[in-house]
């Protein structure tokens, strides 16, 4: 994998304000605390990250529908390597 195609969590940040503009957002890179489990690309960056949000796109969906939501934005990244996403969704 090219490390230019790794994902950041500027780069999901981006992706998430344009996509679901967030009242609050906080993008965390837990890749390092990973390292040598499954999905670690062993650079200790780009594989696993936790995302809190909110935003009035969630008003009135499930927990699952808003998840699928940050999914479905973060695709692209998903196909690019990150591993394990751990979404928080704030009402």
Request: glycine share 8%.
């Amino acid at each position: 994998m090219n490390t230019t195609d790794i994902p950041t969590a500027d780069a999901i940040e981006s992706t998430l304000q344009k996509k679901l503009h967030p009242t609050t957002l906080q993008v965390i890179d837990e890749s390092a605390d990973h390292a040598g489990h499954s999905g670690s690309n062993g650079l200790g960056y780009g594989t696993h990250f936790r995302v809190r949000i909110a935003a009035p796109a969630f008003a009135g969906l499930s927990r699952v529908a808003a998840h699928r939501l940050v999914y479905d934005a973060l695709r692209p990244y998903i196909d690019a390597g990150l591993h394990a996403l751990a979404i928080e969704i704030e009402r």
